[in-house]
């Protein structure tokens, strides 16, 4: 198994095959599920492309952040529509 894993490291195209089919299931995913949104696209994009640790941090952190403020609130947010 450490053999399969140091052949992929070396291998720049097969983690770039990945990255691409990692990044297809995500879209087709959000389609089918009708979830598309603009913003994780773009993140799913950014992180394809390069992924430092910081990027990742920073995102999941956010997303943390909005996520605990949006249960804290919401019993004051009203539907609006």
């Given at each position: ?75 004051h947010f009203h539907n609006l529509t």
């Amino acid at each position: 198994m450490m053999m399969l894993l140091g052949a992929i490291a070396t291998n720049q195209i097969v983690i770039h095959i990945l990255q691409v089919f990692s990044l297809a299931l995500v879209i087709l995913f959000m389609t089918v599920s009708n979830t598309q949104h603009a913003h994780v696209a773009g993140i799913a994009l950014g992180l394809t492309t390069s992924a430092p640790t910081n990027s990742v941090i920073f995102i999941l952190s956010a997303a943390a952040i909005i996520s605990i403020t949006r249960l804290v609130v919401s019993r004051h947010f009203h539907n609006l529509t």
